[in-house]
């Protein structure tokens, strides 16, 4: 299961539908595994505005990834592909020379795309924080189905 993924889910619990304390699941036990992806800036661009990053927050922090801002990397006036020839597919450019500034929100966001897409839980389990249901995942995928009784 991806990281990326987590960062949309929220407790199935019918009681829990209305707590913020459900929102996010919290890993316990979590054995993680690197897959090595193309780096995708365009990918990052267009996905940043839908992350809730308060959540993304604890959950990077609960799994060791203790590197993210607090506060939301800014993409406007950021335009991603390759520039009168000069960078490579795939890197950033402002239209400008690089500055420290642009260096280092590339590098940001190299390990944004480490954390969200490249990172993935192969093992252990999310559990709610204001229920505590467990939520198993095995073979990095999750059982999100409730007994009955939860429902």
Not at 55 to 71: C, I, K, M, Q, W
Not at 99 to 119: I, S, Y
Request: glycine share 8%; aromatic share 6%; net charge negative.
């Amino acid at each position: 299961m991806k990281i990326l993924t987590t960062n949309f889910l929220t407790c199935a619990v019918k009681a829990c539908k209305s707590s913020p304390a459900s929102y996010p699941l919290h890993f316990q036990d979590a054995e993680l595994e690197q897959a090595d992806m193309e780096y995708n800036p365009a990918f990052l661009r267009n996905i940043l505005p839908r992350i809730e990053w308060d959540a993304l927050r604890v959950t990077a922090t609960e799994l060791g990834f203790t590197s993210l801002p607090a506060e939301k990397p800014d993409m406007s006036g950021v335009v991603v592909g390759p520039v009168a020839g000069e960078r490579g597919e795939g890197e950033m450019d402002t239209g400008e020379e690089r500055g420290a500034g642009e260096e280092e929100r590339e590098k940001m966001l190299r390990e944004l795309h480490r954390l969200l897409l490249e990172t993935q839980v192969r093992e252990g389990k999310m559990v709610c924080g204001n229920c505590g249901h467990e939520y198993k995942i095995k073979e990095g995928i999750a059982n999100f189905l409730l007994p009955n009784h939860l429902v």
